[in-house]
């Protein structure tokens, strides 16, 4: 089977790795699992422009810890369903993904781990469904509230966001990135992050995910709808035990946010990478595969 009829990646390599199409909310999401059914849920949350391959390393060391794990493809990525209107991409309908899939699995809760986009979305789980997250996992993205008052208020941070307001033009940033044959997707994490981390295979699969059919204004789409169709989570507080891990060469978002966002959590934890970046589950895989087994084991 080639890897594109299979996921555009192979299957983690775990006997009981499997990928299947899971129905949530209206759009079919191709999903990779693994581990034994019975035990304990994990659902790992990719960022932009990954798919569930960001989290292939991370597969082994979970279900060999006790951990059914789940890692979706989100809308508008790779092999799930990319939905046309922006409405699709409102928080609150990416976060109701996550706990439709939880309920596929027939759970009420699971822990939820997240990186980039993956992160808001966890963020935005804990917040707006907080019986249905048992403990969270927060790769380098700040809470929500704390993002919008350091952009407000934080010229740097302002500057290093600039990217936001570039992908609310009209069809000019998909025009740039096809212009370039993904070079443009493919230099942002190859410059983001410390030499070697991303490998040629590595991009050769998302090359690929990237031209799937919708998939780039797909996943443009979600920075388009948090700008125009704001959907504001209905508490601010995480009553989840949570874990944030952070890169601080991050070079989209200025470090201050990492310890403002724990501040928001009723039982956080933050702990820094000092010489890691936005890329940090690719830089240091074991020591956060290690980090979030203890974390969720509790």
């Excluded at 009723?266 to 940090?280: V, Y």
Aim: charged residues 30%.
């Amino acid at each position: 089977m080639s890897e594109h009829a299979s996921g555009n990646a192979p299957l983690p390599d775990v006997p009981s790795a499997e990928r299947s199409f899971r129905e949530v909310d209206g759009v079919d999401l191709h999903v990779v699992a693994a581990g034994d059914p019975a035990d304990p849920l994990a659902v790992l949350l990719h960022g932009f422009p990954e798919f569930w391959y960001e989290w292939r390393a991370y597969v082994e060391p979970l279900v060999d810890a006790g951990y059914r794990v789940l890692v979706p493809d989100q809308r508008g990525y790779n092999r799930s369903d990319k939905p046309t209107r922006l409405d699709a991409y409102r928080m609150g309908r990416l976060s109701a993904d996550v706990v439709e899939l939880v309920e596929s699995e027939g759970r009420d809760a699971a822990h939820v781990v997240g990186h980039d986009w993956g992160a808001a979305v966890a963020w935005d789980a804990a917040l707006r469904y907080p019986d249905a997250v048992d403990r969270l996992g927060i790769i380098n993205v700040p809470h929500p509230a704390v993002f919008e008052r350091v952009l407000k208020t934080r010229p740097r941070q302002l500057l290093k966001s600039w990217y936001l307001f570039y992908f609310q033009l009209p069809g000019l940033p998909e025009w740039n990135v096809r212009r370039t044959e993904y070079d443009l997707l493919a230099a942002t994490m190859r410059r983001g992050a410390r030499p070697g981390t991303f490998s040629a295979t590595d991009f050769e699969r998302y090359r690929a995910a990237w031209a799937e059919e919708g998939a780039l204004t797909a996943m443009i789409n979600w920075y388009r709808a948090v700008f125009r169709r704001r959907d504001d989570p209905p508490r601010e507080r995480v009553a989840a035990p949570t874990l944030v891990l952070w890169g601080e060469n991050d070079q989209a978002l200025v470090p201050e946010l990492a310890p403002k966002s724990v501040a928001y959590c009723d039982d956080g934890r933050l702990e820094r990478f000092p010489d890691a970046t936005h890329w940090l589950p690719h830089e240091e895989p074991d020591r956060v595969a290690e980090l979030l087994i203890e974390h969720l084991g509790g």
